[in-house]
């Protein structure tokens, strides 16, 4: 029974993680610019972040970087890649958020909360809400 549930919260996790890629490419430029601005991790802190839990780099990197490559991505669609310190930098705050959603519950609040913020920050200033809200 246990397995089962297991299953179903990774399957919610995944679902949430493909909800957030598919947010990706519809960032607007002034998205991306305040994204930038709320980074808060790049590649080497969420390394030294998750060094002390039970999360692998094979469990979690594919994902960073397919978020990542999607701001990216956008950046160049929005003619950004003149400032690729800028991109760089929206692109760590959205992998960032795609950790968060797939990690859920299996991370410490403390980490969840550092992996979302900039992304929730930014998100909210523009009333983008990712979840439901509650009446």
Do not use: N, Y
Request: glycine share 6%; aromatic share 8%.
């Amino acid at each position: 029974m246990s397995e089962s549930l297991a299953a179903s919260v990774r399957g919610l996790r995944f679902e949430a993680f493909d909800d957030h890629m598919e947010r990706l490419p519809g960032l607007s430029i002034r998205e991306v610019i305040e994204l930038s601005k709320a980074r808060r991790m790049g590649l080497t802190e969420v390394f030294d972040l998750l060094s002390d839990t039970d999360f692998l780099v094979g469990d979690w990197h594919a994902s960073w970087k397919l978020a990542h490559d999607a701001v990216q991505e956008v950046c160049f669609q929005h003619g950004l890649e003149g400032l690729p310190a800028v991109c760089s930098a929206a692109a760590d705050a959205a992998a960032c958020q795609g950790l968060a959603r797939l990690f859920g519950s299996d991370v410490p609040v403390g980490i969840h909360l550092r992996l979302s913020e900039p992304w929730r920050f930014v998100m909210e200033r523009h009333c983008v809400v990712s979840e439901p809200l509650e009446a």
